[in-house]
């Protein structure tokens, strides 16, 4: 952790970008504490640099600290930081069980971009918890129509699919 947070000291006086990256692929790999300090050194240089305040969020998010997480995208969304802290709120209340609120903030994200396959992504999931798998793959077949080669639409499309079409499930054969 020594060598961490040292490194994490070094990128601080590198480039923003640099930082930022350093920062997300600490937080990526589990080592949320320095990548929150190199979130943190890069805001106390930039306040309003919303990517970074963003993925300090998401970093927190992560480290299981939901409610906390919550709290800062609800800051960061009355600040201004657009529908990226919309969608970062939404993922957060379905983590923490707030299924329906969750639908709510994301239909309202996708209200002003029916295209935006993150949040139509999300949608998604959150229906399929909610034992709503039809719903949530028409939510899907508007962000693979918008965003066919979105990684994410196309990783959830594959787990929803065999749910939602049964006989399309793969069998089991004998040798």
């Known amino acids: 952790m020594q060598r961490?947070?040292?490194?994490?000291?070094?990128?601080?006086?590198?480039?923003?970008?640099?930082?930022?990256?350093?920062?997300?692929?600490?937080?990526?790999?589990?080592?949320?504490?320095?990548?929150?300090?190199?979130?943190?050194?890069?805001?106390?240089?930039?306040?309003?640099?919303?990517?970074a305040a963003l993925g300090r969020a998401q970093t927190i998010a992560w480290s299981g600290h939901l409610a906390e997480a919550e709290s800062i995208y609800r800051a960061l969304?009355?600040?201004?930081?657009?529908?990226?802290?919309?969608?970062?709120?939404?993922?957060?209340?379905a983590w923490r069980g707030r299924l329906a609120e969750s639908a709510h903030l994301y239909n309202s994200i996708i209200t002003h971009d029916s295209t935006d396959a993150e949040a139509l992504t999300g949608l998604a999931q959150v229906l399929e918890w909610e034992r709503r798998p039809r719903e949530g793959r028409a939510a899907l077949k508007?962000?693979?129509?918008a965003h066919p080669d979105d990684g994410d639409a196309r990783e959830a499309w594959a787990k929803l699919r065999p749910i939602v079409s049964p006989w399309i499930r793969p069998t089991l054969t004998t040798w």
């Open 4 to 51: 961490l947070v040292v490194l994490a000291l070094f990128i601080t006086t590198s480039s923003r970008a640099f930082s930022q990256d350093a920062a997300h692929a600490l937080a990526r790999s589990g080592h949320y504490r320095a990548a929150i300090a190199l979130y943190d050194s890069v805001l106390a240089r930039e306040p309003r640099n919303w990517d």
């Open 77 to 93: 969304i009355d600040s201004g930081a657009g529908p990226d802290a919309q969608k970062g709120l939404a993922r957060v209340v």
């Open 142 to 145: 508007k962000a693979l129509a």
